[in-house]
């Protein structure tokens, strides 16, 4: 029979244009957030990443928002390129300092119309 | 590139079958984690080393086995293969700077 496979939430996006992919994780205890992107063929790439006593970190293009209170995590990707075009994965550490056993998000297909 | 190694890329073997697929962490690093990403089960913790010790378990078959050895690097060990075994398998590593990188991964596929 057909297997069913993990349905992937997309966005499409024009180049130029801002991006936002939003994640809502499950643990409320967890101390610590990231978001990584893979491309196809690809192992996760290290984006960025927060810390529960904060509720916001700027990288190079790259946002990301934290709402503890929702347990809502966002990227926001300015001036999106060709280039961004993966998917995008939040994960969280729920076991606390020192652990890092990830706990990841299903992913959100981030495309990017030239 | 991360810095992480994985062999082999690919892997295509029967059900029943036994396999070991190799991680060699960035150059330094003590923690080895071993990822399974599957299309229904997405991306899934198996397991952790530390300077050659088991820290954690995850969602880790008792089919399953892993080791670090002295030089740091890992393997992990897949025995009495299943159609449903067939993944992407990923290892990490992280270091001083408490960040995950994880390596290229191995694509098994168990026919």
């Known amino acids: 029979g057909e297997s069913v496979g993990l349905h992937l939430p997309t966005l499409s996006v024009q180049e130029g244009d801002n991006s936002i992919i939003n994640c809502a994780y499950s643990?409320?205890?967890?101390?610590?957030f990231i978001w990584y992107k893979q491309e196809s063929g690809k192992g996760p790439q290290f984006i960025i990443d927060?810390?529960?006593?904060?509720d916001k970190r700027q990288g190079q293009r790259v946002t990301v928002l934290l709402n503890k209170t929702v347990k809502h995590l966002s990227l926001q990707i300015a001036a999106t390129q060709p280039g961004d075009s993966a998917v995008y994965f939040c994960?969280?550490?729920?076991?606390?300092?020192?652990?890092?056993?990830?706990?990841f998000g299903k992913g959100t297909k981030l495309s990017v119309i030239p | 590139d991360s810095g992480v190694t994985q062999t082999p890329k690919h892997l295509i073997t029967a059900t029943g079958q036994r396999v070991t697929l190799r991680c060699s962490p960035r150059?330094?690093?003590?923690?080895v984690y071993w990822y399974q990403q599957s299309l229904d089960q997405g991306l899934q913790f198996l397991i952790q080393?530390?300077?050659?010790?088991?820290?954690a378990k995850g969602n880790i078959l008792e089919r399953f086995s892993a080791q670090q050895f002295p030089d740091l690097h890992s393997e992990l060990n897949l025995s009495s293969l299943e159609l449903g075994d067939s993944a992407l398998y990923f290892c990490?590593?992280?270091?001083?700077?408490?960040?995950?990188?994880f390596g290229s991964g191995t694509q098994l596929s168990v026919l």
């Open positions: 643990n409320s205890a967890s101390d610590y």
């Open positions: 150059s330094g690093d003590l923690s």
């Open positions: 990490a590593s992280r270091g001083v700077d408490e960040k995950l990188f």
């Open positions: 927060i810390r529960s006593n904060m």
């Open positions: 994960a969280e550490n729920p076991r606390g300092a020192g652990s890092y056993q990830l706990t």
């Open positions: 080393y530390y300077n050659g010790e088991e820290r």
